[in-house]
């Protein structure tokens, strides 16, 4: 008789795998020099202290070297990547101004269908323009505003208060990929919660990456204002080529005194993504950040949400799940600085890696002394789907507080047979048992998510059990 | 000798940020340190006598080693990708193989050194090869033991530091199948000493093969001035079924550097090693310990207790290195840190790497303070927060005594003891565990 | 009845997380007296145990503690306790990394009378482990870590037996729960009774703790107030008819605004066949 063998197959992101022409798009000339970051900025007819600091950044970028602790991106040459990529229409309040193919794309992702249903707001984004942007009137009459950055960076009302925020919570000079940012960023949303002001229902932007060989930069900066509440939801994704494409987005979030900000991401890039994407978010006295992180796609990951907690009792804690199958070394975690009296932080990760794929864990905990009463816990679990592939944890902790409490636990490990044995001796196939168990394993990740992405990502680590081998 | 700086000390196996700056270590060494001070070896004639190379030791494991293994080509995408160089685009940015992952370096060096399967080459100590070089260089020529199948044996190395002078001793063991070898060090500064306050060093570089079979109990006792670097440095490879345990006690010394670097290259073998440290004033205390499970079977566990009193700094760097092929191991970290006072500053960063499936991996860090409860449990009892503080160094103190495994040891800890904790009589602490 | 009281505790009033949990008592013990502290869960009695030691956790807003002639009311909790003052832990904390021997060598220290040295503190501690039963070898272990319910008393009647207070209130709320832990406490007071003629104030809802021991005086406590005082016939009255007709008093109380008063909270109590007895 055959040995049976199972497994669990990668996860199917055929759904998100469909190219569009790129007929009709102004592109820019790959590579990185000042003058394509100069002609960006004159598109853009940006104020003239944005040039400086583009061009700032492209100083700072040239000046950096390729970080040596992570994922090699040998892979990823600068020359071959477009940095600017204008899709043939300008930004639409309405489905039906955006050009067909577009609009079919954000159809089939789910956008409008989820905007109807349960969204107070949603910005699209394709390539490196906003292409869509559109709020209830709710919304807007309660004086929150959403809009693309770069809308509201013409608008006089807000230039002075982004140009106060902008890329202070990521300066240029953190690491060479927020200086490419700084230097190239285009797109992206603006959002502004004022104090008091509680939306009850979730603004979302979808970013998708069409072209071949182009980078997507955009910048989401959102300040919501003391007292205040906002669920803000990100998603990703791009069809697979065979060259480098890089997304190096930056997310700024400002969180107030007493205001919560629930922050849910789902990347979903494709195989060939280099996914150098940094967010940040400052929290003050009471406040509170959620971030919620799924990590699927991309050749190369590099994720860490970062949380600052400035104010006394501000609160930060942060979901993930990482899945990386074959040809992925995705590493993720989070990052976290305890800066204040009685902050609180909570960590807790899932990753699990299959065909050769790697993830890492990485996080760092940092408690400064003015950070007496301190309480983080992180918890870090690791699940192997098979023999060949790889997962790392790096959690690194440095406290110079007292009064405080910092607890860490991870484990790392495979499918417990007698778990498997258990469930089978019920009646339940090996095949169900195993989907069962890494289900079970993702389930405190999926939960957290919005409905329609929660059933994404059981689609996503859709359990394709096959039959015999050998 | 001139100030001289060791740089990428203690390194991490897989690094991590670098504004951490908990990567590595630098190592200070101070200036104009004459090569000076008292190295003791008290060991049975026999294991002077049946002394063998270390390199001989290793080299007849290698020739086992490879003539078990597989003819099997391993065709496993890391594999692959370690030997092309990772993804890399070619003239028309094209990424060839998507399905082979792109390698941070240090997966690329594990890769290669998986591939290799070369003991001798792979061989690491826990400071590193720069720390391990001045060692060397300071000690001259390494004392080896070297035991006899099925007998015990018992050691004990005493290095004494002196004011302005530095002394290391480098020892090579190779412990026979079914032996078994207690080996104690001792690292400190005695009454001799001189001027307290004067910069010394003193060291230790230790290589040990242990033989199939083989239980190696090592215990490293420090108890040095506040003005005294220490430089501990240690390399094991584990032959099937061996057994090390280590006990690092590390209590005195203005700059302790503890260095740990296990292989557990055949099946079955097993490390345990537990660290107890404390730190006062200004000192500062550096542990890096990894341990590689490539055999089958193997078990490890790191457990880590130390209070940091004064405005004193910590870094604990532990890596446990699950490689393929150890099918069955078991990893397992944990540390406990008490800060007693304001103005610590504690880092540790417990890794877990690991490229195996059938194993299990656990670590586990809490760093915590003497909570409020416990606090007025204490002082309901009239022990004011000063002495509820001291009252947790004492204990390390007390503890140390009571457990050493010399009465040198055990007279080291006494000193340090006065000096720090002079209230604290460890005599009468003794007698009670006597009586 | 003595003129100076131990223990004088007036109008005291205490908050948590700004929510005040005692209201207005007053408590007084004279030397050599043993005084039963009774109610329902959640009274507030271990709570009146802890804010007379001095347990930060709880705020005092109002009154005064003044014990031995001394006003306690501003003193840190070790200072009470060198003053006289002891507390059994219901539930006594664990202390991984601090060997007993090494802590209860450590309370004697900070009292230069009681200080004693190396064989005689041996020795001392010794006896006590022998009366209670309790083997010897626990002195070498981490305070608390892994002890049971019952080994975890034994150390606190050591801790009273060897640091000898003029006044020892002994929580033993839940320990009817545990006929080990009963066993052990009885021994703990009679022995205390015997060799240090110190008062006691015994805090419990279960009146079994009670059948040995000469009791003074009897005082009752309902949401955070003293609703009663008497001798020990209340304690069979109580065995009887349990703690619902205070409850309404303190009902009472609570409804009167936060204004109440002891005679207040009185009001309201069927008295039954006892005579209310309240001392001022």
Request: charged share 25%.
């Amino acid at each position: 008789m055959a040995k049976q063998r199972t497994e669990v197959a990668d996860i199917d992101r055929s759904l998100y795998d469909f190219k569009d022409s790129e007929e009709g798009f102004e592109r820019l000339a790959e590579g990185l020099t000042p003058e394509i970051v100069t002609e960006i900025s004159r598109r853009k007819d940006e104020p003239d202290w944005m040039l400086e600091f583009r061009l700032k950044s492209l100083e700072i970028y040239n000046s950096f070297p390729d970080p040596t602790w992570g994922p090699s991106i040998a892979g990823l040459d600068m020359d071959h990547i477009a940095t600017y990529v204008k899709p043939n229409t300008d930004q639409s309040a309405t489905w039906e101004d955006v050009p067909d193919d577009i609009k079919n794309t954000f159809e089939r992702l789910g956008i409008p269908e989820a905007e109807r249903s349960y969204l107070a707001g949603v910005g699209a984004q394709y390539d490196s323009e906003l292409v869509y942007h559109n709020m209830q009137d709710t919304a807007s009459k309660m004086g929150i505003v959403y809009s693309g950055i770069e809308e509201a960076l013409h608008e006089p009302r807000w230039e002075a208060l982004i140009r106060e925020k902008f890329m202070t919570l990521i300066p240029p000079t953190d690491h060479k990929f927020a200086a490419l940012h700084g230097a190239v960023w285009s797109g992206g949303s603006f959002v502004y919660v004022p104090a008091g002001t509680k939306l009850d229902f979730p603004l979302q932007s979808y970013f998708r990456l069409n072209a071949k060989g182009a980078g997507q930069f955009e910048h989401t900066l959102i300040i919501v204002e003391d007292d205040a509440d906002l669920h803000f939801i990100e998603g990703c994704s791009a069809p697979k080529y065979n060259v480098a494409n890089l997304h190096a987005g930056a997310v700024e979030l400002f969180v107030g005194k007493r205001a919560h900000l629930r922050y849910s991401t789902i990347e979903n890039w494709s195989k060939n993504m280099y996914n150098l994407n940094t967010k940040r978010a400052r929290v003050e006295e009471d406040g509170e950040i959620e971030w919620i992180s799924g990590s699927f796609g991309s050749h190369v990951g590099y994720l860490y949400p970062m949380s600052v907690l400035t104010g006394r009792r501000a609160r930060s804690s942060f979901t993930g799940i990482t899945f990386a199958g074959a040809g992925q070394n995705l590493d993720t975690g989070t990052k976290v600085v305890m800066a204040a009296p009685d902050t609180r932080a909570t960590v807790e990760t899932k990753g699990i890696s299959k065909g050769g794929g790697i993830q890492t864990f990485r996080s760092s905990i940092v408690v400064t002394p003015a950070a007496e009463g301190a309480q983080a816990t992180v918890s870090c679990q690791s699940l192997m789907l098979d023999d060949e592939s790889r997962s790392d944890t790096i959690p690194a902790m440095d406290v110079r507080a007292k009064n405080v409490d910092i607890g860490h636990e991870a484990t790392i490990g495979r499918i417990g047979d007698d778990k498997v044995f258990y469930l089978m001796s019920r009646g339940i196939s090996e095949e169900e048992a195993r989907a069962m168990i890494v289900n079970g394993f993702a389930n405190p990740v999926a939960k957290e998510l919005p409905l329609e992405y929660a059933v994404e990502m059981n689609n996503l680590i859709k359990l394709e059990m096959e039959g015999a081998i050998g | 000798m001139d100030a001289l700086t060791i740089r990428n000390a203690s390194a991490m196996p897989a690094p991590t940020w670098g504004w951490l700056k908990m990567n590595n270590a630098e190592v200070a060494i101070p200036a104009g340190l004459a090569p000076a001070g008292a190295v003791d070896v008290d060991a049975p004639q026999e294991l002077f006598d049946n002394a063998r190379p270390f390199e001989v030791a290793v080299a007849e494991m290698q020739e086992r080693v490879d003539a078990a293994r597989g003819e099997a080509a391993d065709d496993r995408a890391c594999l692959r990708a370690a030997k092309t160089g990772g993804t890399h685009a070619d003239a028309d940015g094209d990424l060839g193989d998507l399905d082979v992952p792109a390698l941070s370096r240090y997966q690329e060096r594990a890769c290669r050194e998986e591939a290799e399967g070369d003991i001798a080459r792979a061989f690491e100590t826990g400071m590193g090869h720069d720390a391990r070089s001045y060692l060397n260089f300071l000690a001259g020529e390494p004392v080896a033991l070297g035991t006899t199948e099925g007998e015990r044996a018992r050691a004990v190395v005493r290095v004494e530091g002196e004011e302005r002078a530095a002394a290391a001793v480098a020892l090579d063991v190779v412990a026979a199948p079914d032996s078994e070898l207690d080996l104690v060090i001792e690292l400190d500064g005695t009454d001799d000493f001189g001027d307290a306050d004067a910069a010394a060093l003193i060291g230790s570089e230790l290589r040990v093969f242990a033989g199939a079979r083989s239980r190696v109990n090592v215990t490293v006792y420090v108890c040095a001035l506040p003005a005294t670097v220490v430089l501990d440095d240690e390399g094991y490879v584990l032959d099937e079924g061996a057994r090390l345990t280590v006990r690092h006690v590390v209590l005195g010394g203005g700059t302790t550097y503890t260095g740990l670097a296990a292989d557990l290259r055949a099946d079955g073998a097993r490390a345990d090693i537990d660290t107890s440290y404390l730190a006062t004033g200004t000192e500062s205390r550096d542990f890096a310990y990894t341990v590689r499970h490539r055999g089958r079977k193997t078990v490890s566990n790191i457990l880590a207790n130390g209070v940091l009193a004064g405005t004193s700094k910590k870094v604990l760097r532990g890596t446990i290195d699950l490689v393929h092929g150890c099918k069955g191991s078991e990893g397992t970290e944990r540390e406990t840190v008490l800060i007693a006072s304001e103005g610590v500053d504690n880092k540790t960063v417990p890794t877990i790497l690991c490229d195996e499936d059938d194993v299990a991996g656990n670590h586990g860090a809490t760093i915590g303070h003497v909570r409020p409860d416990q606090l007025f449990y204490m002082r309901s009892r009239g022990v004011s927060p000063e002495a509820a503080e001291a009252l947790f160094l004492t204990a390390k103190l007390e503890d140390a005594a009571l457990t050493a495994p010399t009465e040198g040891a055990r007279a080291a800890v006494a000193r340090l003891a006065e000096r720090i904790a002079p209230d604290f009589d460890i005599d009468e602490a003794d007698e009670e565990e006597a009586a | 009845m003595p003129t100076t009281p131990l223990l004088s505790v007036t109008g005291l009033t205490a908050a948590v997380d700004e929510k005040e949990i005692l209201h207005n008592i007053d408590l007084t013990v004279a030397p050599g007296e043993t005084h039963v502290l009774m109610g329902p869960n959640g009274a507030g009695k271990s709570t009146l145990g802890h804010v007379i030691m001095g347990d930060p956790v709880y705020t005092q807003t109002a009154g005064t503690i003044t014990f031995d002639g001394e006003d306690v009311t501003e003193l840190s909790p070790d200072k009470r306790s060198r003053a006289g003052l002891f507390l059994s832990f219901q539930a006594p904390v664990e202390i991984p990394g601090v060997p007993l021997s090494s802590f209860l060598r450590a309370t004697l220290a900070a009292r230069p009378d009681r200080a004693l040295k190396g064989k005689e503190f041996r020795r001392r501690v010794k006896e006590l482990c022998a009366e209670l039963d309790m083997d010897p070898s626990y002195l070498n272990r981490e305070l608390g870590v892994g002890f049971s319910g019952g080994e975890k008393k034994k150390v606190e009647m050591l801790q009273l037996l060897l640091l000898q207070p003029k006044l020892a209130i002994l929580d033993e709320t839940d320990s009817g729960l545990d006929v080990d832990a009963l066993s052990v406490v009885s021994r703990g007071m009679d022995l205390y009774r015997k060799t240090c003629d110190g008062s006691l104030i015994i805090i419990t809802h279960n009146t079994r703790i009670l059948e040995h021991v000469d009791v003074d005086r009897v005082h009752v406590m309902v949401q955070g107030r003293m609703v009663r005082e008497d001798n020990a016939s209340l304690i069979p009255w109580i065995d009887e008819n349990g703690f619902e007709s205070f409850e309404q008093g303190a009902e009472d109380a609570a409804d009167a605004d936060g204004q109440a008063s002891g005679a207040g909270a009185l009001d309201g109590i069927d008295a039954g066949d006892l005579s209310a007895v309240v001392e001022r």
